[in-house]
């Protein structure tokens, strides 16, 4: 069980790092920025090199470039959707990073199991949950008044807690 378990974390891995890839390195191609090309594919090595250090800083810095990366293909004149969704995976490969250091060297007991496994679908749930908003949001243009849109993410909140509880107590 404990092979699955750390399998499963690293194929989780290793595919949300190569979508974020795609989607960085697509946004460079798409407005021909052959620079911003190379240093999304190579953050993406800088990943995996970083994957075989033992450092604290390390994934810190490598989430921060690749949303550094996101925001340049956006300033640089790249469709908004791609960068925000890479960031969106970033994200993910930098949770995951994050949990296998955590649990590299603890013991598969089921309090562990179950932390990882409560862990990765809070995990799949709320990058789940930012990618649809950021793409409702490109799709839809509307200009609400700010007190509406701060009750509107006050509720999404309330939302996903109450959703997060119930996953919870049917385990």
């Known amino acids: 069980m404990e092979q699955h378990s750390r399998a499963f974390r690293e194929y989780l891995f290793y595919i949300c790092l190569a979508l974020q890839a795609i989607c960085l390195s697509s946004a460079f191609i798409l407005i021909g920025n052959w620079i911003g090309l190379a240093c999304a594919l190579s953050l993406g090595g800088l990943w995996i090199y970083a994957r075989n250090k033992r450092s604290a800083w390390v994934p810190h810095l490598l989430f921060?470039?690749?949303l550094a990366l996101a925001a340049?293909?956006?300033?640089?004149?790249?469709?908004?959707?791609?960068?925000?969704?890479?960031?969106?995976?970033?994200?993910?490969?930098?949770?995951?990073?994050?949990?296998?250091?955590?649990?590299?060297d603890s013991p598969?007991?089921?309090?562990?199991?179950?932390?990882?496994?409560?862990?990765?679908?809070?995990l799949i749930l709320a990058a789940t949950t930012g990618v649809l908003i950021a793409l409702l949001g490109r799709l839809v243009s509307i200009?609400?008044?700010?007190?509406?849109?701060?009750?509107?993410?006050?509720?999404?909140?309330?939302?996903?807690?109450?959703?997060?509880?119930?996953?919870?107590?049917?385990?």
């Open 64 to 66: 921060l470039s690749s």
């Open 143 to 171: 200009n609400p008044p700010f007190v509406l849109l701060v009750a509107l993410i006050l509720l999404a909140m309330f939302g996903l807690d109450r959703l997060w509880s119930l996953l919870a107590k049917s385990k």
């Open 108 to 122: 598969q007991k089921e309090p562990a199991r179950r932390y990882e496994r409560r862990h990765l679908w809070s």
């Open 72 to 104: 340049a293909a956006i300033l640089t004149g790249a469709q908004p959707v791609l960068p925000v969704i890479g960031s969106g995976f970033s994200l993910m490969v930098w949770d995951l990073f994050l949990l296998n250091a955590d649990l590299h």
